[in-house]
């Protein structure tokens, strides 16, 4: 037996504590339990407590075997049959004009009748008895009746449907709002970029209107008459993070739900995006974002994030072999930031056969985290299970990318943060 590699041992207060990836454990030491362990003493340690931290991957026999039971499960994700997830994106067209945005253009293109016929019969020929949607844009409240049509067929088809929506909320009307539950949604995310002399200006509408206040009485609406949970988004750069926690604390205020779960986001430049975000310098890299972190813990307290480098619940859905996006022109994509991008496209809906299998088997196995030198040696591995897939691919040309945790950046600050949430020694 031996310690394993995904360990970390650390002192944030006046106890060793050793952190876990496999198991996502933190656990206190005993001085003498912690000189036993980075000692190699295990026939010091009494049996139930050695059994203890071998169930929780902290002593292994070999930690191959356990990296080898991760491959397994993440691969028999990857190609489960038996589940199919679907991104649908009804229409290109947005109402906003975000400063940030990565499409360069919002074609007012609307999924056609004929694409929403061949959308449900490529759903038929899947035979799954799970679906699970993601209505994305463009904003998809634009096309409203796409949405309700294509729910009502496809739960006709599947045993069980569940739905999400990411949407600017703008248009969360009343009387949309009523017919949520009948379209299976269950999570409905939402962008608010800062308060409203910030918001206004990084999400108007494309005339140009203030969008905030419509979108703080939209949400408000959804958490009184819905049961649905609501993710809110905030786009993090250097002209509105020092805003992030006021900003926080004043949504959890105004909207006062459990049903509430707030978040802040990186702004990235995909595909050398020449928004004014961009060409002022204002993106912030990960070792920025990271210090942005640690920094709502260690100057304002804030207990509402995840600092903790926890496993994700599922791989990213581009490496998933029953997952596609498929968009307002029938096309069918893995990545949602391959929208418009004619070629990383895997085929049309209309024509109703994958044809690109270059893209195909670049996202499900080029640039596989179990084959990267750089992430089998790192602590992290079983947490973040390789990131972004597209990131990954980027880095293969451009060495510059980082496609690494921003914990990573500075685990042990992280850890710090977490321990002392848990044992309330903030």
Same mark, same amino acid.
Request: proline share 4%.
């Given at each position: 037996?031996?310690?394993?590699?995904?360990?970390?041992?650390?002192?944030?207060?006046?106890?060793?504590?050793?952190?876990?990836?496999?198991?996502?454990?933190?656990?206190?030491?005993?001085?003498?339990?912690?000189?036993?362990?980075?000692?190699?003493?295990?026939?010091?340690?009494?049996?139930?407590?050695?059994?203890?931290?071998? @169930?929780?991957?902290?002593?292994?026999?070999?930690?191959?075997?356990?990296?080898?039971?991760?491959?397994?499960? #993440?691969?028999?994700?990857?190609?489960?049959?038996?589940?199919?997830?679907?991104?649908?994106?009804?229409?290109?067209?947005?109402?906003?004009?975000?400063?940030?945005?990565?499409?360069?253009?919002?074609?007012?293109?609307?999924?056609?009748?004929?694409?929403?016929?061949?959308?449900?019969?490529?759903?038929?020929?899947?035979?799954?008895?799970?679906?699970?949607?993601?209505?994305?844009?463009?904003?998809?409240?634009?096309?409203?009746?796409?949405?309700?049509?294509?729910?009502?067929?496809?739960?006709?088809?599947?045993?069980?449907?569940?739905?999400?929506?990411?949407?600017?909320?703008?248009?969360?009307?009343?009387?949309?709002?009523?017919?949520?539950?009948?379209?299976?949604?269950?999570?409905?995310? #939402?962008?608010?970029?800062?308060?409203?002399?910030?918001?206004?200006?990084?999400?108007?509408?494309?005339?140009?209107?203030?969008?905030?206040?419509?979108?703080?009485?939209?949400?408000?609406?959804?958490?009184?008459?819905?049961?649905?949970?609501?993710?809110?988004?905030?786009? #993090?750069?250097?002209?509105?993070?020092?805003?992030?926690?006021?900003?926080?604390?004043?949504?959890?205020?105004?909207?006062?739900?459990?049903?509430?779960?707030?978040?802040?986001?990186?702004?990235?430049?995909?595909?050398?995006?020449?928004?004014?975000?961009?060409?002022? =310098?204002?993106?912030?890299?990960?070792?920025?974002?990271? +210090?942005?972190?640690?920094?709502?813990?260690?100057?304002?307290?804030?207990?509402?994030?995840?600092?903790?480098?926890?496993?994700?619940? #599922?791989?990213?859905?581009?490496?998933?072999?029953?997952?596609?996006?498929? =968009?307002?022109? =029938?096309?069918?994509?893995?990545?949602?930031?391959?929208?418009?991008?004619?070629?990383?496209?895997?085929?049309?809906?209309?024509?109703?056969?994958?044809?690109?299998?270059?893209?195909?088997?670049?996202?499900?196995?080029?640039?596989?985290?179990? @084959?990267?030198? +750089?992430?089998?040696?790192?602590?992290?591995?079983?947490?973040?299970?390789?990131?972004?897939?597209?990131?990954?691919?980027?880095?293969?040309?451009?060495?510059?990318?980082?496609?690494?945790?921003?914990?990573?950046?500075?685990?042990?600050?992280?850890? +710090?943060?977490?321990?002392?949430?848990?044992?309330?020694?903030?």
């Amino acid at each position: 037996m031996k310690l394993s590699k995904y360990n970390y041992f650390f002192k944030p207060l006046n106890k060793f504590v050793v952190y876990n990836s496999f198991s996502a454990s933190l656990i206190e030491l005993e001085d003498e339990l912690y000189n036993d362990l980075v000692n190699n003493n295990f026939a010091n340690i009494a049996k139930k407590t050695l059994s203890e931290l071998v @169930e929780l991957s902290i002593i292994v026999y070999d930690d191959n075997i356990l990296i080898n039971k991760l491959k397994f499960e #993440i691969y028999k994700s990857r190609y489960d049959r038996e589940n199919l997830h679907l991104t649908i994106t009804p229409t290109y067209f947005c109402n906003f004009n975000c400063s940030y945005c990565y499409e360069d253009n919002r074609p007012k293109i609307f999924m056609s009748e004929n694409t929403i016929q061949n959308l449900i019969s490529f759903v038929k020929e899947k035979k799954v008895s799970n679906l699970t949607v993601t209505w994305y844009g463009g904003e998809p409240l634009l096309a409203f009746d796409k949405i309700v049509k294509l729910t009502t067929e496809l739960k006709k088809i599947v045993k069980t449907f569940s739905a999400h929506i990411v949407t600017n909320g703008y248009l969360l009307t009343p009387d949309k709002i009523k017919l949520l539950k009948d379209l299976n949604i269950e999570e409905i995310q #939402i962008t608010l970029d800062g308060p409203p002399e910030i918001h206004n200006i990084k999400r108007p509408l494309q005339s140009g209107k203030e969008t905030f206040n419509k979108i703080i009485n939209n949400t408000k609406s959804v958490l009184k008459e819905t049961n649905i949970n609501v993710v809110i988004r905030v786009n #993090i750069d250097k002209k509105n993070s020092d805003y992030y926690y006021s900003f926080q604390k004043y949504l959890l205020n105004e909207f006062n739900s459990e049903k509430l779960f707030i978040y802040p986001a990186m702004i990235h430049n995909f595909e050398d995006n020449k928004s004014c975000l961009v060409t002022t =310098g204002c993106l912030l890299d990960k070792n920025e974002y990271s +210090k942005f972190l640690i920094e709502q813990f260690n100057k304002n307290k804030n207990i509402n994030l995840n600092y903790f480098p926890s496993p994700p619940d #599922i791989e990213c859905m581009a490496k998933h072999i029953n997952a596609f996006l498929i =968009g307002a022109d =029938g096309d069918i994509y893995k990545c949602w930031l391959d929208i418009g991008n004619k070629n990383k496209r895997i085929g049309n809906i209309n024509d109703a056969t994958i044809k690109n299998y270059n893209v195909l088997s670049m996202y499900m196995v080029e640039m596989d985290v179990f @084959e990267d030198e +750089k992430c089998s040696n790192c602590i992290l591995l079983p947490s973040c299970v390789g990131g972004c897939p597209n990131e990954r691919i980027a880095a293969k040309v451009n060495k510059h990318i980082d496609y690494c945790s921003p914990m990573i950046k500075d685990l042990e600050s992280f850890l +710090k943060i977490q321990y002392k949430i848990e044992t309330k020694s903030i």
